[in-house]
């Protein structure tokens, strides 16, 4: 028994729990980044000084950031660790909800300790606090609950030792993961209590693989066999589970085509003639044209967001059936599939196995093998040194040269605005880990890449670490660049400028309303500049800022100088920041594939008239998938 705070006492605890799986085990909770204020900076933040030897502190500069952080190692580390973060009561609490959500829709482990008002209410209303008059039990830190797995408001000192289990429990479990709050009143964080030895003795979470249903694996692998167009569809799962070279061993024994979600990209190497790359809205031709004939998709460890499914659209055999393998039932009951429970590694292994000999139709085999061809060509062209217009590069180009630097296990990461459906379909996966592709396309949230990026080196320092944002998401969260610079983590950030929101403006255009509210220019409303003739952007130099926060700036006028500045970037001892204008209007294009974004039914504006006319042409071909895989 020792006498400790409630603060100490959570402190001790999570340095000395570790995950373990397949005999491998590491540190669930790497370290804390926090942001002190009055909520925390007496509990909390004197007991990571007191004990900075159990659990490293890192100040961080904003909340949001600090989860972005946490959730970027968590996804790197393939959810076997993640880190905690602390903050005030009030705003600095607020700031994470942002970070938690991303977190829990890309089901990635946070562990979020929020400030409270006091558990006593004595000195209430405390400074920063939101008063309920007619509930007295609700705190800012309410905004949590949706966004969380799991949520505890620690108000008794006992309450700490069930509490930090079930967090520990919800963190580790590949089905239920996500972000985990654990709100602390800071009355409570500093009120003493006897702590059982055993609570501070180092504990280990075991994530053992999942074995399919026996029936349920027969059942697939039947489906499998009386498939004459079968399709794999793999997610985040894939990689999350070390589960890469079962994927490519049946794809290699049942040569069928794999097309992978924005988290799954990477899967299988995009060199595999059967690679079919990204699927659905942001999609490679091939995948989509598959896709559309397929008449059984394995969907492994994905959550069949609308950008995969293209909005219910990419899927039109009429009798297209699913099979779902996933560790959670919530994924694996999509799309009326058939739920293949388990750990993605154990079941494409078993499925081989019971498959041994079969092989899907020629004729199939041979489309898929072509049309992965005919992609690469296409992406040769797109990334080619010839198109963009005035003489700026195109994103195409810029992420070719990304590619190229990355080599086989450098690891791009990206968030929003244009380059995430770019590099969905650009990008050539080379490390058969999967490890290579970093797009966080779940919450799909401005200002995620530069902490995300910070997040990936720490969890993975012997990888280099190349960050793609957009001027828009950089000045949504530069902050964290201090971080890298203080904590001298070398990750190259690459800063595409073109003058406002590039993706946005093309999907306003695409909808009739003229790209209104996404330039960056003198204007009343983004659109129209105050003078119309003008096309002066505004006085910004993204540049200079990024060199007023610490760190190192390449200028970079063009393809062959961002060539050699991501040369010169490597082995920095802190962030470089490639700065490079990019074209505006010079996108990639789509591929046979459509994202419902519904248009205006009514308006007096000629081209939203005809975008509506469009919209309501492809919304036709949505469907709903209800045959089940039983008949
Ligand atoms: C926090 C947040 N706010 C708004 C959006 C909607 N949104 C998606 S992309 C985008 C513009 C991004 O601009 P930029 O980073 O410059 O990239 P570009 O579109 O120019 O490639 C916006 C506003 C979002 N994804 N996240
Ligand atoms: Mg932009």
């Known amino acids: 028994m020792s006498r400790l705070t409630v603060a100490q006492a959570l402190v001790r605890f999570l340095g000395q729990q570790q995950t373990e799986r397949d005999g491998r085990r590491e540190r669930l909770i790497a370290g804390c980044y926090g942001i002190f204020g009055h909520g925390n900076v007496a509990g909390l933040g004197q007991a990571l000084h007191q004990y900075q030897d159990s659990l490293p502190f890192l100040p961080a500069r904003n909340e949001q950031a600090m989860v972005h952080i946490a959730a970027g190692y968590a996804r790197q580390r393939n959810r076997l660790g993640t880190f905690a973060c602390t903050t005030s009561v009030g705003p600095g609490a607020t700031n994470m909800v942002t970070g938690a959500a991303l977190a829990t829709i890309n089901r990635l482990p946070v562990l979020l300790l929020p400030g409270d008002t006091f558990a006593t209410r004595t000195p209430h209303p405390v400074l920063q606090m939101l008063e309920v008059p007619h509930d007295a039990t609700v705190s800012v ?15 008794r000192p006992e309450q700490l030792i069930p509490a930090a289990l079930e967090a520990m429990r919800v963190l580790t479990d590949p089905a239920e993961t996500g972000a985990v709050t654990l709100a602390m009143p800071e009355d409570v964080q500093a009120e003493a ?12 979470w075991t994530i053992y693989r999942q074995p399919p249903a026996p029936a349920a694996l027969t059942r697939a692998a039947e489906l499998l066999r009386g498939a004459r167009r079968p399709l794999i569809v793999a997610g985040g799962g894939v990689i999350y589970s070390e589960a890469t070279g079962a994927l490519r061993a049946l794809v290699d024994a049942g ?37 559309r004939d397929a008449d059984l998709v394995i969907g492994v460890g994905t959550r069949w967001g609308d950008f995969t499914t293209a909005s219910h659209s990419a899927f039109q055999d009429p009798d297209v059936r699913f099979v779902n393998v996933n560790v959670a039932a919530f ?9 293949v429970l388990g750990d993605a590694r154990v079941v494409l292994e078993q499925l081989r196995d019971v498959l041994a000999g079969w092989r899907v139709e020629r004729g199939w085999e041979e489309r898929a093998r072509a049309e992965a061809a005919a992609w690469r060509e296409e992406v040769a062209r797109v990334t080619s040194p010839d198109g963009g217009t005035g003489g700026l590069p195109t994103q195409g180009q810029i992420i070719k040269e990304i590619n190229e630097a990355a080599g086989e296990t450098g690891v791009v990461v990206c968030a929003a605005g244009s380059a995430p459906g770019d590099l969905h379909k650009l990008w050539r996966a080379r490390d058969p880990a999967g490890k290579s592709y970093h797009v966080e396309y779940g919450y799909s949230c401005m200002g ?16 280099e670490v190349y960050v793609l944002v957009g001027d828009g998401s950089y000045l949504m969260l530069p902050g964290e660049l201090v971080t890298a610079v203080a904590q001298r983590i070398p990750i ?16 306003s255009r695409s909808v009739g309303s003229q790209g209104f509210g996404t330039l960056y220019r003198f204007s009343d409303n983004g659109s129209v500049p105050v003078d119309p003739a003008s096309t002066q952007t505004l006085p910004i130099d993204l540049a200079a800022n990024a060199e007023s926060l610490g760190a190192r700036v390449i200028r970079a006028a063009g393809v062959a100088e961002l060539r050699d500045a991501l040369a010169a970037a490597r082995g920095a001892d802190g962030p470089v920041v490639v700065y490079i204008e990019a074209d505006r209007y010079q996108g990639v294009p789509s591929y046979e594939s459509w994202w419902d974004v ?27 998938y209800l045959r089940s895989p039983h008949d």
């Open 598 to 624: 519904p248009v205006a039914e009514v308006s007096v504006q000629d081209g939203v008239r005809a975008a509506r006319a469009d919209y309501e042409r492809a919304h036709a071909s949505q469907r709903q």
């Open 492 to 507: 190259v950030i690459v800063l595409v400028d073109n003058h406002g929101y590039a993706s946005i403006g093309a999907l």
């Open 448 to 463: 995620y890449e530069i902490p995300g990026g910070i997040g990936v080196k720490l969890a993975a320092p012997e990888r």
């Open 141 to 155: 830190n309410d905004c949590f609950r949706p966004v969380s797995r799991y949520y505890e408001r620690v108000e």
């Open 331 to 339: 994924d694996a009951g999509k799309q009326s599939g058939l739920p």
């Open 193 to 204: 209590f006897d702590v059982p030895d055993a609570f501070l003795e180092p504990r280990v």
């Open 255 to 291: 040569g069928i085509p794999v097309a992978e979600t924005m988290a799954g990209r990477g899967a299988l190497v995009s060199d595999h003639p059967l690679s079919m790359g990204s699927l659905g809205a942001t999609g490679a031709a091939g995948a989509n044209r598959l896709a």
